[in-house]
C-alpha cells in the first residue's frame, strides 16, 4: 500500500471540504479502496498507484471548478468525480464577469455598463464616468477580478484619492491605515462579494491584491497589473498625470469617477475634467458615460439623481 499527501494551496480548504467533511465523504464513497484522512490543508491517502492517481486527478478538477465558482454542491462534486467526469466544467455564461462568493453570478447590469466590459476588450485604460449608483466601480472591480482569475495580470492594485468630503483625517481615530480604511470601503465591498474572505486575506497578504492611497502610486512602475483608480474627480492636475504615466508592460487601467461630486477646493481643477478632454481622441483609452439610466441601487437614487440635475442646470 502507497501512501500520497496532496496539499491544497489554491482554495480555502475549509470551505472546500465544505460542512461536515461532505467533500471527503463523497470522494470516499467513490473510492472506496482508498484510505482518506484530511487534516488542516492536507490530504494523506493510502493505496495503490492507479487508484492514488485517479484520485488526485479528480481533487484537481474539484479544486479548479471550486475555484472558479466559489461553490461546490453534492450534484457537482457527483458528476466532477463519476466515471468520465464530463461534466466538471460548466458551459461558460460569456456574460458573466465573475462567480462571486457563494457561487453568486455577477454581470454587467446596464448597456452602459455592458459597455465598459465591451470597450476593456479593445483598450488598455478606460475612464468610466458616471453619478455614484450606476455600477461603475463595481464593474471595474469585477473586471479585474476576472483577468486575476484568468491569469492575464498577476495583480490587482486599487487606488483612490484620499479626499475629506467635508470631513477631516485628523479627526478620525486611530493610526493611519485605520484612518484610510474609511476611504477604500467601497473597494473592500465590492471585493468581499467576488471574493471568498480567507482568499481575499491571503490575496493582501502575498501583495496579489493592494488597495492604497493615490500618492503611494508615486514612483512605481505597474507591470502585469490591472489598476483600478477610484474616485478620480478628486485628483489634481499633478496627481492624474503621475498615475497615467504609472503604467508599465501588459496593464490594464480603469478609472472611474463623478465629475458632480467634487471634493476638491474651490478653484482647483479636477485632474479627471482635464484627462477627459485631453485624452479624448488617444488611441487605445476607451470612454463610458454612465447616467441615471444605468444606477442599480435603491430606486429612490435614480431620482435623486435627477432631481439635483434639475437644479444643477437651471
Do not use: C, W
Not at 144 to 160: F, G, H, P, Y
Not at 226 to 244: G, R
Request: charge should be positive; avoid cysteine.
Amino acid at each position: 500500500m502507497n501512501e500520497k499527501i496532496i496539499e491544497i494551496t489554491e482554495v480555502d480548504p475549509n470551505a472546500f471540504f465544505g460542512t461536515r467533511n461532505n467533500t471527503i465523504t463523497q470522494l470516499k464513497k467513490h473510492f472506496p479502496k482508498l484510505k482518506i484522512v484530511a487534516r488542516g490543508n492536507k490530504i494523506k491517502i493510502f493505496g495503490d498507484d492507479n487508484q492514488l492517481a485517479e484520485f488526485e486527478k479528480r481533487l484537481k478538477m474539484l479544486i479548479v471548478y471550486f475555484e472558479r465558482y466559489n461553490k461546490l454542491d453534492e450534484h457537482s462534486i457527483e458528476q466532477i468525480i463519476s466515471e468520465n467526469g464530463t461534466h466538471s466544467q460548466k458551459k461558460q455564461d460569456k456574460n458573466i464577469l465573475v462567480h462571486g462568493v457563494s457561487g453568486r453570478i455577477i454581470r454587467a447590469q446596464s448597456p452602459n455598463q455592458q459597455k465598459m466590459v465591451d470597450l476593456m476588450k479593445k483598450n488598455d485604460m478606460l475612464f468610466a464616468v458616471g453619478p455614484a449608483g450606476t455600477g461603475k466601480t463595481y464593474t471595474a472591480v469585477a473586471l479585474a477580478v476576472r483577468a486575476l482569475k484568468e491569469k492575464e495580470v498577476k495583480r490587482i492594485i486599487l487606488t483612490r484619492p484620499a479626499v475629506e468630503a467635508g470631513e477631516n483625517l485628523g479627526f478620525l481615530p486611530g493610526d493611519f491605515k485605520e484612518k484610510l480604511d474609511p476611504y477604500m470601503q467601497p473597494l473592500y465591498d465590492a471585493l468581499r462579494d467576488m471574493i471568498p474572505h480567507e482568499r481575499l486575506d491571503n490575496y493582501l497578504e502575498r501583495g496579489v491584491l493592494q488597495i492604497a492611497p493615490l500618492a503611494f502610486m508615486r514612483g512605481r512602475t505597474l507591470d502585469n497589473a490591472f489598476v483600478i483608480l477610484d474616485e478620480a474627480q478628486n485628483t489634481t492636475h499633478n496627481q492624474m498625470k503621475m498615475f497615467l504615466t504609472r503604467m508599465g508592460k501588459n496593464a490594464k487601467f480603469i478609472i472611474t469617477g463623478d465629475p458632480g461630486q467634487i471634493d476638491l477646493p474651490r478653484k482647483q481643477v479636477s485632474g479627471l475634467k482635464e484627462a477627459l478632454l485631453t485624452l479624448k481622441d488617444v488611441e487605445g483609452i476607451g470612454h463610458v458615460y454612465l447616467d441615471d439610466k444605468d444606477v442599480v441601487r435603491h430606486r429612490l437614487v435614480k431620482k435623486i439623481i435627477k432631481a439635483y440635475k434639475s437644479i444643477e442646470t437651471e
